[in-house]
Nanobody
């Protein structure tokens, strides 16, 4: 019943910025945490960032610390990923995911993905 829809991907040059959005919809809202993951060709899916929905606490993979910021808009049930100082190695399909309340480490819901391409 929960649907996640990502948007905001695109092609940018190294050093540029993008802001990804993930809008959640469905009957009720019972996500305890939402996260961003990415997957590039030939590599496994990688965790990027996570936010606790109620508290707003965040965590990031080391490679994006200081460059990316995850945030949420409670009224819109939307999570954002602000990506600054983008590097070619950030190129990937970015997915947002939601973990239901009570199972914060189980990402049950997934978006369709949005492509981010960073050129040199």
């Amino acid at each position: 019943q929960m649907q996640l829809v990502e948007s905001g991907g695109g092609a940018v040059q190294a050093g540029g910025s993008l802001r990804l959005s993930c809008a959640a919809s469905g009957r009720g809202f019972s996500l305890q945490a939402m996260g961003w993951f990415r997957q590039a060709p030939g590599v496994e899916r990688e965790f990027v960032a996570r936010i606790n929905w109620s508290a707003g606490s965040t965590s990031y993979t080391d490679s994006v610390k200081g460059r990316f910021a995850i945030s949420r808009d409670n009224a819109k049930n939307t999570v954002y990923l602000q990506m600054n100082s983008l590097k070619p190695e950030d190129t990937a399909v970015y997915y947002c995911a939601g973990a239901p309340w009570g199972r914060p480490n189980e990402y049950t819901y997934w978006g369709q993905g949005t492509q981010v391409t960073v050129s040199s």
